[in-house]
T-cell receptor, first 115, second 115 residues
């Protein structure tokens, strides 16, 4: 079975500091997609960053970057220069390629950025 | 309107009521999804529609009835719900790129309370 595990239910970080959220997944597929989604309090879930498994280079979007370790099946999210607006639930998700239209989500990590 | 919209945003209903949730996507996507998000639980996929055809029913009770009249609209008809069905119901859509689906785009959700 394909599963996604986020081992940190809650985390906090001081404004302007860096924080890393962990995610591991389990699959027998060789090519797939990984995503980090952000869900601010009472607001819409939005995509933060995505990684295609066949690309060795780690994806980066402004202050957000990932550390993708394919052999270890690890996909952590690093947020640099944390801002108050980064306070949200963060979900790691996995989509096996090959025609599947489903995403498998982790349970989420609640991140609080403190002033 | 752009993106994925959902109406109503909030709904309170009794166990004997019949109501419907509506989702509309303005992105030209081919796949649409219903998710249930409860507190302290991972996102639960309920239904998947691909080109208006239902491709997934994740063992959802029959008191939830989906309808997808076209690729842009998705409904979730509710009847004789239970209090434990109270949750945030999220709609999402996804494009078809090549032979596999990529990220999903989410609506703001309908906060449902069953009394």
């Amino acid at each position: 079975a394909q599963t996604v595990t986020q081992s940190q239910p809650e985390m906090s970080v001081q404004e302007a500091e860096t924080v890393t959220l962990s995610c591991t997944y389990d699959t027998s597929e060789s090519n797939y997609y990984l995503f980090w989604y952000k869900q601010p309090p009472s607001r819409q879930m939005i995509l933060v960053i995505r990684q295609e498994a066949y690309k060795q280079q780690n994806a980066t979007e402004n202050r957000f970057s990932v550390n993708f370790q394919k052999a270890a099946k690890s996909f952590s999210l690093k947020i640099s220069d944390s801002q108050l607006g980064d306070t949200a639930m963060y979900f790691c998700a996995f989509n096996p390629s090959g025609g599947s239209e489903k995403l498998v989500f982790g349970k989420g990590t609640k991140l609080t950025v403190n002033p | 309107e752009t993106g994925v919209t959902q109406t109503p945003r909030h709904l309170v209903m009794g166990m004997t009521n019949k109501k419907s949730l509506k989702c509309e996507q303005h992105l030209g996507h081919n796949a649409m999804y219903w998710y249930k998000q409860s507190a302290k639980k991972p996102l639960e996929l309920m239904f998947v529609y691909n080109f208006k055809e239902q491709t997934e029913n994740n063992s959802v009770p029959s008191r939830f009835s989906p309808e997808c009249p076209n690729s842009s609209h998705l409904f979730l008809h509710l009847h004789t719900l239970q209090p434990e069905d109270s949750a945030l119901y999220l709609c999402a859509s996804s494009p078809l790129r090549g032979s596999s689906y990529n990220e999903q785009f989410f609506g703001p959700g309908t906060r449902l309370t069953v009394l």
